[in-house]
């Protein structure tokens, strides 16, 4: 898959559809992705949530069509999908630091908002594939998380919490973290060990099976890059370039090296077909 093509379809899409109702459903089936792939792809390519970019381009549609003296401000904020002329005031001063009727007014100059999205992945990582023979994890989860959101601090909490414990599996074997497919954009996320399928769960931990699968294998190196910065890079280079395509409805797996540090070189797993 062309990604780089796919996110240009989106964003063309989205811009068509600013004074209409927009959701992750929608915009998703627009290019034929499932949402909650779509939603992580385009939040790696575009550094924040769909829906954050979504008011963002409305906000800046609107202050255009405020330059309009025949356009009354809560007409402007119905037609961007604002419910009210309130809720479009505290949106628009928050963006950009006045209301909109003193833009109106002074015609202050705005920060340009560009109608795209881009990725700029850099150079090409070694990839390598590997045949996975399945897994059995137990482990500490996350439920409905957002891709795109800050969800870091939680998750280091949840190594922190689950690397003392990790001695209570007597067959546990290295530290992955498994990210899990949810409804929409959410995953639940896993800090676990792989251990043998009939070691028994501890109290508040949880068992999560993942069948044989082909996965891509990528680098990230937490001490010089984001993992919005690899997943873009992941998306717009390396995946392609295997030929491969992701497997939708896999979970992905964060292979980490021991022993287990704050900063560190992680592999970053993904199921393809």
Request: aromatic fraction near 10%; glycine fraction near 8%.
């Given at each position: 898959?062309?990604?780089e093509?796919?996110?240009?379809?989106?964003?063309?899409?989205?811009?068509?559809?600013?004074?209409?109702?927009?959701?992750?459903?929608?915009?998703?089936?627009?290019?034929?992705?499932?949402?909650y792939?779509?939603?992580?792809?385009?939040?790696?390519?575009?550094?924040?949530?769909?829906?954050t970019?979504?008011?963002?381009?409305?906000?800046?549609?609107?202050?255009?069509?405020?330059?309009?003296?025949?356009?009354?401000?809560?007409?402007v904020?119905?037609?961007?999908q604002?419910?009210?002329?309130?809720?479009?005031t505290r949106?628009?001063?928050?963006?950009?630091?006045?209301t909109?009727?003193?833009?109106?007014?002074?015609?202050?100059?705005?920060?340009?908002?560009?109608?795209f999205?881009?990725?700029?992945p850099g150079?090409?990582?070694?990839?390598?594939?590997?045949?996975?023979?399945?897994?059995?994890?137990?482990?500490l989860?996350?439920?409905?998380?957002?891709?795109?959101?800050?969800?870091?601090p939680?998750?280091?909490?949840?190594?922190?919490?689950?690397?003392?414990r990790?001695?209570?599996?007597?067959?546990?074997?290295?530290?992955y973290?498994v990210?899990?497919?949810?409804?929409?954009?959410?995953?639940?996320?896993?800090a676990?060990?792989?251990?043998?399928?009939?070691?028994?769960?501890?109290?508040?931990?949880?068992?999560?099976?993942?069948?044989?699968?082909?996965?891509?294998?990528?680098?990230?190196?937490e001490?010089?890059?984001?993992?919005?910065?690899?997943?873009c890079?992941?998306?717009?280079?390396?995946?392609p370039?295997?030929?491969?395509?992701?497997k939708?409805?896999?979970p992905d797996?964060?292979?980490?090296?021991?022993?287990?540090?704050?900063?560190?070189?992680?592999?970053i797993?993904?199921?393809?077909?």
């Amino acid at each position: 898959m062309d990604y780089e093509e796919t996110m240009r379809h989106a964003v063309r899409f989205i811009e068509e559809s600013l004074t209409e109702p927009l959701d992750l459903t929608r915009v998703a089936a627009a290019v034929h992705l499932s949402p909650y792939h779509f939603h992580r792809v385009f939040s790696a390519w575009a550094g924040e949530p769909l829906m954050t970019y979504v008011r963002r381009r409305r906000l800046a549609l609107a202050a255009s069509r405020l330059m309009d003296p025949g356009a009354s401000i809560s007409d402007v904020a119905l037609d961007v999908q604002f419910s009210s002329q309130a809720t479009f005031t505290r949106a628009f001063q928050q963006a950009y630091g006045v209301t909109p009727g003193r833009y109106r007014r002074v015609r202050a100059p705005l920060p340009v908002n560009p109608p795209f999205v881009t990725c700029n992945p850099g150079g090409m990582a070694v990839t390598r594939m590997v045949e996975g023979s399945g897994f059995t994890f137990i482990g500490l989860q996350l439920r409905d998380l957002v891709s795109g959101e800050p969800n870091s601090p939680r998750i280091q909490a949840l190594w922190r919490e689950f690397l003392p414990r990790k001695g209570e599996l007597g067959s546990a074997r290295g530290a992955y973290g498994v990210c899990i497919p949810g409804q929409g954009e959410t995953f639940t996320y896993m800090a676990a060990a792989s251990v043998d399928p009939g070691e028994a769960v501890p109290p508040g931990m949880v068992r999560y099976t993942v069948e044989p699968a082909t996965y891509a294998v990528f680098p990230h190196d937490e001490g010089t890059s984001t993992y919005d910065e690899t997943f873009c890079r992941i998306w717009a280079t390396d995946l392609p370039a295997t030929g491969r395509e992701y497997k939708e409805g896999a979970p992905d797996l964060e292979v980490y090296s021991e022993p287990f540090q704050e900063v560190m070189q992680v592999e970053i797993w993904i199921p393809v077909v």
